[in-house]
């Protein structure tokens, strides 16, 4: 026969390992319906009474609670079942194998509603659409002339061709062979073997000279001026430049590597996020 003491230990393992279980059915790691409720509330009642101390108290009380969550969790499960005319596949399947081919394709039939849809011309249709026609006036009173606008012609400064970026304020070459001497200078200050992060390079403090820079080193690269170096797994790209161009157009085939460079990951960039 068990000793007092021995019967509340075995009444608190009990509880614990009804809480464990409680807690995994919570998390939605275990069905709610494995848990058998009458089951949890006999052993619930028949060690409340050896509680004597406030821990073993509590530790009924929270299993109580947790109970009281599963049992939530099994009402919640059968209203959405219930709802959603939701039906057990293993009763279908017995109920499938059991009826014949007949009865099947009645029920099918009383089930099945098909869309059919009949466009055609009718007389009336075609009536209305001459007495339409009929009715338009000619295109000369339809469309009229509007007076054409006057405009004063006169002569723009390069300054303002500029400044509107019809015209750069450099040529295109010169920009891209001091963008090529920026991009080594920086490489020498901050770089490492030889190369710099990407987002390092063409980050800016705003988003418009942060494209600029990434068109600017896309034609770096195209030109054989620098390389990219990508590395998927660390998810890093690293921009290395040449001492003097390389011709590789004609010798090796030439592979796209796309970049995106949207706002999302330049502000990515400014908060140290990416590189």
Request: charge should be negative.
């Amino acid at each position: 026969m068990q000793s007092k003491r021995e019967r509340i230990r075995n009444g608190k393992e009990k509880l614990q390992r009804i809480i464990e279980m409680c807690k995994s059915v919570e998390e939605h790691s275990l069905d709610p319906f494995l848990i058998d409720v009458n089951e949890v509330i006999n052993v619930i009642k028949e060690y409340f009474p050896d509680w004597e101390v406030p821990e073993d108290l509590c530790l009924d009380a929270e299993t109580v609670h947790r109970l009281a969550s599963v049992i939530k969790l099994q009402s919640e499960w059968v209203k959405h079942r219930s709802t959603s005319l939701y039906t057990d596949p293993f009763l279908l399947e017995e109920k499938l194998a059991r009826i014949g081919k007949e009865e099947i394709i009645e029920v099918f039939f009383k089930a099945w509603h098909p869309i059919v849809e009949l466009e055609q011309i009718s007389l009336h249709s075609i009536a209305e659409a001459m007495k339409y026609w009929e009715n338009l006036l000619p295109l000369k009173e339809r469309w009229k002339e509007f007076p054409t606008a006057e405009f004063e012609t006169g002569t723009a400064t390069r300054d303002e061709l500029v400044k509107q970026k019809i015209l750069r304020d450099k040529a295109f070459s010169e920009e891209l062979e001091n963008f090529w001497q920026e991009m080594k200078t920086k490489v020498k200050e901050k770089g490492d073997d030889e190369k710099i992060p990407y987002w390092d390079f063409v980050g800016a403090e705003t988003y418009e000279e942060t494209v600029h820079r990434a068109f600017m080193t896309s034609f770096l690269i195209t030109y054989g001026y620098a390389t990219l170096e990508v590395y998927p797994l660390e998810e890093e790209i690293f921009i290395k430049p040449y001492d003097k161009p390389t011709t590789k157009i004609g010798k090796k085939q030439l592979v796209s590597i796309p970049i995106a460079v949207t706002t999302d990951n330049w502000m990515k960039w400014k908060r140290g996020e990416l590189k």
